[in-house]
């Protein structure tokens, strides 16, 4: 599998970005940027280079949701892999970014095993 991606994080908990980080370097990625909100996401996706987005849902100002929408509407961004790790796991939220374009969902609290089979799985490996 090509390890060889760049990873956006988007959290706006910093513990649980540095989860993912370690996580992602357990599973040989080490190519990532991080993202404390979703407006500071879409303007770093928007300067272009990345290969998959980790979000959170929810974030102040823009989250999860609205980062997926905004994402899915940008013609340069729409096909970036998007995958949603969150503690939301009420049916109808995982409805809402099933029909928003997300590609996978995780939901808190996960296993660096979980995060990284979901990976695999999203980006087709």
């Known amino acids: ?5 760049n990873i956006l994080i988007v959290d706006d908990f910093s513990t649980l970005r540095r989860i ?11 190519t990532f940027s991080e993202s404390d909100n979703g407006k500071d996401a879409l303007a770093k996706l928007q300067e272009g280079g990345f290969d998959l987005i980790l979000c959170d849902w929810n974030m102040k100002g823009m989250g999860g949701l609205e980062l ?9 961004l729409r096909r970036i892999p998007f ?15 099933i029909k928003g374009g997300v ?3 995780i939901i808190k609290p996960f296993t660096p095993e979980m995060l990284l089979t979901k990976i695999a799985k999203v980006l087709g490996s």
């Open 20 to 30: 993912i980080r370690n996580a992602l370097k357990l599973g040989g990625y080490d």
């Open 103 to 105: 590609n996978g969902y």
């Open 68 to 76: 997926l929408k905004a994402v899915r509407s940008d013609r340069n």
């Open 1 to 5: 599998m090509d390890k060889d991606v």
């Open 83 to 97: 995958l949603m790790i969150t503690a939301e796991g009420a049916k109808e939220k995982v409805i809402k970014a």
